[in-house]
C-alpha cells in the first residue's frame, strides 16, 4: 500500500515537473522568437542605417561582390566614405536609392563603388560618382551623362560580405513563396505551442504506460522463475511486491 502511495506520489511529482519544463520551454521559444523578430532593428540601431541587411540581385560588382552574396551595411558620414577611381577600384562600395537621381530610377537598391566625388558649396552636400566593377561605365547606365549621387541618397557603405547565403532570400522572391512560407511557419509555430500548452498530460501518460509495461515484464519473469524453482517460492513472495503497478 505504501509503495502504491509512493508510486502516486512520485508520478504527480514528475507530471508537475513535466509541466514546469514546458512552460519554460515555451518561455524560452517566445524569447528566440521575439529575439529574431527584433534582430532587424537591433542591427539597424548597431550600424546606424534603415537597411542593415541587403541581398544582392545582379552581378554589377562582380567578383568582388556576387549576386546571392549577402551584405551588411553601416553608416558612414558622407564625408568619410572612400574616393577611388575607375582604374584602382578603391572606393568604398555604398548602397544608394537611384530615385530622384537617377532620370529612369532603379525600383532597387544599388550597390556600387565610388569613383569620384566632390563637395556642393551651393547645397553644403557631398556628390559621389559611382559605377559596377563589371559595368564599363559610370552610373547611371546606358548613354546617358554621368549622374552623381547626393549625400541623402546613400544608405551606407558595406561592411561586410557574406557569400551566396542571400541565395534562399532570392529564390523564395522570385517565386512568391516568401509571403506563404512565412504564414506556414508562423501557423505551425502557433499550433505547436498552443498543444504544448493544452496537452501536457501526453507525454506523461505514455511514460507512465511504458513503465508500467516494464513492471508487468518483470513480475513475468519473478513469476517464471517459481515455476522454475518451487522451492523458493514461499521465500521469494515476501520479497514481491505488485504495489508499482498501481493496482
Known amino acids: ?27 524560452l521559444m517566445i524569447i528566440v522568437i521575439v529575439l529574431i523578430g ?14 542593415p541587411i541587403v541581398v544582392v540581385t545582379s552581378g ?24 577611388g577611381t575607375i582604374e584602382n577600384k578603391e572606393g568604398d562600395i555604398i548602397l544608394f536609392d537611384t530615385r530622384g537621381a537617377w532620370s529612369n530610377p532603379s525600383d532597387q537598391y544599388v550597390v556600387h563603388r565610388v569613383v569620384g566625388k566632390f563637395y556642393d558649396d ?27 549621387i547626393p549625400e541623402d541618397n546613400i544608405i551606407g557603405v558595406v561592411a561586410l560580405v557574406v557569400p551566396k547565403l542571400g541565395w534562399v532570400k532570392l529564390y523564395l522572391d522570385r517565386n512568391n513563396l516568401t509571403i506563404p512560407l512565412m504564414v506556414i511557419l508562423g501557423v505551425l509555430l502557433v499550433i505547436s505551442i498552443a ?16 513503465k508500467k509495461e516494464r513492471e508487468i515484464d ?22 514481491d511486491n505488485v504495489g508499482d503497478l498501481g493496482i
Open 38 to 51: 527584433s534582430m532587424y532593428y537591433i542591427l539597424q540601431a548597431a550600424l546606424n542605417t534603415e537597411n
Open 122 to 148: 551651393n547645397t553644403q552636400s557631398w556628390y559621389f560618382y559611382t559605377k559596377g566593377d563589371a559595368n564599363p561605365t559610370v552610373d547611371p547606365p546606358g548613354p546617358i551623362d554621368y549622374t552623381p
Open 218 to 239: 518483470r513480475l513475468n519473469k519473478r513469476i517464471e522463475n517459481r515455476v522454475r524453482d518451487p522451492q523458493d517460492y514461499h521465500q521469494s513472495d515476501n520479497d
Open 195 to 210: 498543444w504544448d500548452l493544452t496537452h501536457p498530460e501526453e507525454d506523461e501518460n505514455e511514460k507512465n504506460e511504458k
Open 60 to 83: 554589377s560588382m562582380e567578383p568582388v561582390i556576387s549576386e546571392g552574396d549577402l551584405l551588411f551595411i553601416k553608416y558612414k558620414d558622407p564625408g568619410e566614405i572612400k574616393n
Open 1 to 27: 500500500m505504501r509503495t502504491r502511495k509512493s508510486l502516486k506520489k512520485k508520478e504527480e511529482e514528475e507530471m508537475r515537473k513535466k509541466e514546469i519544463r514546458q512552460k519554460v520551454g515555451t518561455a
